[in-house]
Nanobody, 115 residues
Framework: QVEVVESGGELLQPGGSLRLSCTAR??????MGWHRQAPGKQREPVAT???????TYAEAVKGRFTISRDNAKNTVYLLMSSLKLEDTGVYYC???????????WGQGTQVTVSS
């Protein structure tokens, strides 16, 4: 059984920093990443990382967010700094199973940036 669990969401002020964590269990995942959904908007990709450490970032977060991964723990992290109001949203972890071409999602963790 596959399980994807995020943690770390908080309420914080602009300019702050936060680290999200996500652990996926049940399979070996080729790529893991973070998406987010702001109120009234569609879910959008934020950052992804492969098992070989190839990383991608959305333009809006480049230079502020860093994604990393511990393959032994099937865990991915998102270090967010210089947070802005527009970073507010529910952050979802996604884990790709290359064998089945299926993506598994977590339940989401709320990040609120507010002054």
């Amino acid at each position: 059984q596959v399980e994807v669990v995020e943690s770390g969401g908080e309420l914080l002020q602009p300019g702050g920093s936060l680290r999200l964590s996500c652990t996926a269990r049940g399979k070996v995942f080729s790529r893991m990443g973070w998406h987010r959904q702001a109120p009234g908007k569609q879910r959008e990709p934020v950052a992804t990382i492969s098992r070989s450490d190839r990383r991608t970032y959305a333009e809006a977060v480049k230079g502020r967010f860093t994604i990393s991964r511990d393959n032994a723990k099937n865990t991915v992290y998102l270090l967010m700094s210089s947070l802005k109001l527009e970073d507010t949203g529910v952050y979802y972890c996604a884990a790709d199973d290359s064998l089945s071409a299926r993506t598994y999602w977590g339940q989401g963790t709320q990040v609120t940036v507010s002054s």
